[in-house]
């Protein structure tokens, strides 16, 4: 869930006023103005359409790379402040990509007023749960349009928030179970994808301490077991999906692939073993 490369420059043009920042949620009045362009095309290539942020911009709902560089300028500035900035980076942002496509920046970014939003620690619980769920349905919704990183980013900072709640006082709420559930298992999707097996081991198993039955969280931490060659833990995983759910295709597959390791071990152990005793 990281970038390829990444590289930002910044100096500060004019100073702004007052000693407040934009906190999540403020809405911005900005301008991004470009000083560089393609010989070609006439657009900088960074990665998106700069027409497409407009004059708005909401901290904290950022889903490609280049607005979440912006958001985290935007969290340093105050207002009335410019910034000329330069920046590159590299980025795959679906899983099943390659190879990633450098992007680059130059020009000015202005803050010219925001709202002024509550600090997370003023917030509600009800609040940070409804905000919860905000970035679980927009990381959903990235999920499935197999921009990975996104996702991530968004069932990260869901994640994030949920953990400031006091867990105490929700040990019978399920509204706040099924989120951290769903989060964590998320989380889990995403690392899966992009090769992050240790990751998916250590958060199928926060979903598993909270839901020992989670189908999909047994089946990803014995894929996961798998790709690290922990073959003995693969195969209870796997096998306890099975029992959960006889029709499992997936975990069937998986299963077999995981028996024959075992079978080639134990084949490469009695004959090294043969060989010790001649």
């Given at each position: 869930?990281e970038?390829d490369s990444f590289?930002l420059k910044?100096?500060?043009?004019?100073?702004?006023?007052?000693?407040?920042?934009p906190?999540?949620?403020?809405?911005?009045n900005?301008?991004i103005?470009p000083?560089?362009k393609?010989?070609?095309?006439?657009?900088?290539?960074?990665?998106v359409q700069?027409?497409s942020?407009g004059?708005?911009?909401?901290?904290?709902e950022t889903d490609?790379e280049f607005?979440?560089?912006?958001?985290?300028?935007?969290?340093?500035?105050?207002?009335g402040?410019i910034?000329?900035i330069q920046?590159s980076?590299?980025?795959n942002?679906k899983?099943d990509?390659?190879?990633?496509?450098?992007?680059?920046?130059?020009g000015?970014l202005e803050?010219?007023?925001?709202?002024?939003e509550k600090?997370?620690?003023e917030?509600?619980d009800d609040?940070?749960?409804?905000?919860?769920?905000h970035?679980?349905?927009?990381?959903?919704?990235?999920?499935?349009l197999?921009?990975?990183?996104?996702a991530?980013h968004?069932f990260s900072?869901?994640?994030?928030i949920l953990?400031?709640?006091n867990?105490k006082?929700?040990?019978k709420?399920?509204e706040?179970?099924?989120l951290?559930?769903?989060?964590?298992s998320?989380?889990a999707?995403?690392?899966?994808t992009t090769?992050k097996?240790?990751?998916?081991?250590?958060?199928?198993?926060?979903?598993?301490y909270?839901?020992?039955?989670n189908e999909?969280?047994l089946?990803?931490?014995g894929t996961a077991y798998l790709k690290l060659q922990d073959?003995g833990?693969?195969?209870?995983d796997l096998q306890?999906?099975?029992q959960l759910?006889?029709?499992?295709?997936?975990a069937?597959?998986q299963?077999d692939?995981v028996?024959?390791?075992i079978?080639?071990?134990?084949?490469?152990?009695?004959?090294?073993?043969?060989?010790f005793?001649?």
């Amino acid at each position: 869930m990281e970038m390829d490369s990444f590289f930002l420059k910044k100096t500060i043009l004019k100073q702004g006023s007052g000693l407040e920042t934009p906190r999540d949620g403020a809405v911005c009045n900005i301008k991004i103005s470009p000083v560089t362009k393609d010989e070609n095309s006439g657009q900088m290539n960074c990665g998106v359409q700069l027409n497409s942020l407009g004059s708005k911009f909401t901290i904290g709902e950022t889903d490609s790379e280049f607005e979440r560089i912006i958001n985290d300028c935007l969290f340093s500035m105050k207002q009335g402040e410019i910034w000329d900035i330069q920046f590159s980076y590299s980025q795959n942002e679906k899983s099943d990509e390659t190879s990633a496509e450098m992007y680059t920046f130059e020009g000015s970014l202005e803050l010219e007023s925001f709202t002024s939003e509550k600090h997370l620690c003023e917030l509600s619980d009800d609040e940070k749960l409804k905000l919860c769920a905000h970035h679980k349905s927009k990381g959903v919704e990235q999920f499935n349009l197999k921009r990975t990183v996104s996702a991530f980013h968004r069932f990260s900072k869901g994640l994030k928030i949920l953990l400031t709640l006091n867990e105490k006082n929700f040990l019978k709420n399920e509204e706040y179970k099924s989120l951290k559930v769903a989060l964590y298992s998320n989380i889990a999707a995403c690392q899966m994808t992009t090769g992050k097996y240790c990751h998916v081991v250590a958060n199928c198993s926060e979903v598993l301490y909270m839901d020992s039955r989670n189908e999909k969280a047994l089946y990803r931490r014995g894929t996961a077991y798998l790709k690290l060659q922990d073959y003995g833990k693969a195969a209870a995983d796997l096998q306890r999906t099975l029992q959960l759910n006889p029709n499992n295709g997936a975990a069937k597959q998986q299963l077999d692939i995981v028996n024959k390791h075992i079978k080639q071990a134990d084949r490469e152990i009695t004959e090294g073993m043969k060989k010790f005793f001649q």
